[in-house]
Nanobody, 125 residues
Framework: QVQLVESGGGLVQAGVSLRLSCAAS????????ISWFRQFPGKEREFVAH????????NYAASVKGRFTISRDNAKNSVYLQMNSLKPEDTAAYYC??????????????????WGQGTQVTVSS
């Protein structure tokens, strides 16, 4: 069973940076790929970024590519989402997620069965 806890959200002004963290426990963390999703009010969760178990492969949504960077530190059982040049449209609840079974990349949130509680990011203009 994977337990995930996000942190690092907050209220910031447009243009600044923020780093989210996702801390994992309960499993051998390096066996799991991790994805970040975000959810706007009244919308389904949308894919943001993904990192393979080794950190060697990453994937990004088009809307964040070039601004956000996902990374991981397996020694600290943590994954990070560095968010630069934040925009008001990045305002959302951000979640990290993992899935059991083959560690294949999916951008569909329904493929993931382990979720953190989320952290809110609010970007003011």
């Amino acid at each position: 069973q994977v337990q995930l806890v996000e942190s690092g959200g907050g209220l910031v002004q447009a243009g600044v940076s923020l780093r989210l963290s996702c801390a994992a426990s309960g499993v051998t963390f390096s066996n799991y790929a991790i994805s970040w999703f975000r959810q706007f009010p009244g919308k389904e969760r949308e894919f943001v970024a993904h990192i393979s178990w080794s950190g060697g492969t990453t994937n990004y949504a088009a809307s964040v590519k070039g601004r956000f960077t996902i990374s991981r530190d397996n020694a600290k059982n943590s994954v990070y989402l560095q968010m630069n040049s934040l925009k008001p449209e990045d305002t959302a609840a951000y979640y990290c997620a993992a899935k059991s079974g083959p560690q294949i990349f999916y951008s569909d949130y329904r493929r993931y069965n382990y979720w953190g509680q989320g952290t809110q990011v609010t970007v003011s203009s």
